[in-house]
């Protein structure tokens, strides 16, 4: 048993020997380990650490695009505009008489011109009132006849001093009664046609069917909702300007406008001026519109834009998306040499109408900070560390 034990302790200590030389003869290069140096040996004199090297300034290779030269340039100071759009022309088709619904010819989101059917009540108590009425104007025309020839008769007897003046007069008199009635019965027949034309619906503008309140079969009267009628060729914002501001406005100015879901920007008008402000807020609503022949602008889409009311030519501008906010200290990072540095700016007016080289929209009126001619970082990189190094990357060469 003492014999076993101390083989195996034998056999531990030459494969600690073996390991041992392998690590003195594959130590890498560079990795301070010499051979027959122990594990806690330092690195060569003069060789960088790891923390040396993470701390070495990266370079920052920049496009032509991502970088800006400051010029002068035009700002253009403007109201934001926000508002939900609606048509200008909209109708509700409603009846005008009592009766059944009979029919109803169109859905919504279908288009109609004006002075289309759009729905029909039952006509048929309509028509016989007609009926009732014709009958009635040909009585009245019989009686009007009949009274005519007895006022003849009675005047050539008066003439003759067979009747009294009063029996004359009592004739002419039957006369004028008859026709009266006449005239009545056909007032009724008009009024009877009329009621029977409006047993048919019409639209009254052209446009698209938004709305059906009424369905064929129920019970409707006068000033029932049947139908709502939209014009989408012309649609219109109610917006709000403080009134300090309102005096830079007019009627006929224009309006950059983005609507959400329309794609590329629309240019509205002012086309009215509310006389008062409005009660709590004291700003004044002004009305722009905005032309819609493709009908792409729907009816509660929302708008915002920009009403220019000021514009300044000759002024340093920057990007919105170049200048930082750090706590309320803003700055810009400017490429002095090849190095990024960054500085203070003193910003004035924003110009929502201005477009970046990045396709951002904004730009601020540069008051101090920057010169022109200088560089900067003309869009949004994130955070960048002062003192890197920056490097331009070459444009593609055109092909022939």
Do not use: C, H
């Not at 067979?162 to 006369?175: K, P, R, T």
């Amino acid at each position: 048993m003492n014999n076993r034990k101390w083989w195996i302790a034998l056999v531990v200590v030459a494969l600690a020997a073996a390991a041992f030389g392998l690590r003195e003869r594959f130590a890498p290069a560079g990795s301070g380990v010499k051979p027959g140096a122990g594990p806690a040996q330092s690195a060569p004199a003069g060789a960088p650490s790891p923390a040396t090297r993470a701390a070495a300034p990266a370079t920052l290779q920049l496009s032509a695009a991502e970088v800006l030269t400051i010029a002068p340039g035009t700002i253009t100071r403007g109201l934001p505009i926000t508002g939900t759009l609606k048509p200008v022309n909209q109708v509700l088709v409603k009846s005008k008489v009592t009766g059944e619904l009979r029919e109803v010819t169109v859905r919504e989101g279908m288009s109609v011109r004006a002075g289309q059917v759009v729905a029909r009540v039952d006509p048929v108590d309509f028509q016989l009132r007609i009926n009732e009425r014709e009958a009635q104007v040909r009585s009245g025309q019989a009686q009007v006849e009949q009274s005519r020839r007895t006022v003849e008769n009675n005047r050539q007897l008066l003439e003759k001093g067979f009747i009294s003046q009063n029996g004359f007069d009592n004739a002419s008199s039957g006369l004028d009664v008859a026709r009266a009635a006449l005239d009545a019965a056909t007032a009724q027949l008009a009024q009877a046609r009329k009621a029977l034309a409006d047993t048919e619906l019409v639209a009254p503008i052209a446009g698209m069917i938004a709305e059906r309140f009424a369905q064929p079969g129920e019970k409707v009267s006068p000033d029932s909702r049947i139908l709502s009628i939209v014009d989408l060729s012309q649609m219109e914002i109610e917006a709000a300007v403080p009134s300090t501001e309102i005096g830079r406005v007019r009627v006929g100015q224009n309006v950059e406008l983005r609507i959400d879901g329309a794609g590329e920007k629309q240019i509205g008008k002012v086309v009215r001026i509310n006389p008062g402000t409005q009660a709590g807020t004291r700003s004044v609503l002004i009305y722009v519109s905005v032309a819609n022949p493709d009908q792409r602008i729907r009816s509660g889409m929302f708008a915002q834009g920009s009403l220019a009311i000021d514009r300044r030519s000759g002024v340093l501008t920057v990007p919105l998306a170049a200048v930082r906010d750090a706590n309320g200290r803003m700055f810009v990072y400017v490429i002095e040499g090849d190095q990024i540095a960054e500085r203070d700016v003193r910003l004035g007016a924003r110009d929502e109408s201005a477009l970046a080289a990045d396709g951002t929209a904004g730009a601020f009126e540069l008051l101090e900070g920057v010169r022109a001619g200088e560089r900067i970082v003309g869009v949004n990189l994130g955070t960048l560390r002062a003192g890197a190094r920056v490097e331009m990357i070459p444009a593609p060469a055109s092909r022939p």
